[in-house]
């Protein structure tokens, strides 16, 4: 099964789309190669991103994903609260914006 598609975020627009093409699939075979079904890939993704201080349209790219497989609102929340005391509050500073545009557009 193929898996949802992620948004190309904004800060990867004009790059070489072979190589947007090369990111994808290296991102969809390593997913099935997980053995984890999307919910938890993404709920790890987002973790994940929290952690690195990632940049808002990453984290807005995967909240839009989690919504569009079904993933509620709360359980994005929640994962905020399950990396927080890992991450430290200037993280959760810088993620919390991008987090509630996205489930604030979606």
Known sequence: MEPTPIPVPD???GLDPA???ALRDMRVELERLSGL???AIEL????AL???GAPADSLEAHVRRAATIGMTAEEVWG???????LVGVP???GSI??????????
Do not use: F
């Open 19 to 21: 190589a947007i093409a």
């Open 44 to 47: 790890a993704r987002l973790g």
């Open 79 to 85: 994962t905020v609260m399950a990396v927080a005391p």
């Open 91 to 93: 993280r959760l500073i």
């Open 97 to 106: 914006p991008a987090i509630r545009t996205a489930l604030d557009a979606g």
């Open 37 to 39: 079904d999307e919910r």
């Open 11 to 13: 800060g990867l627009r």
């Open 50 to 52: 929290i952690a690195l």
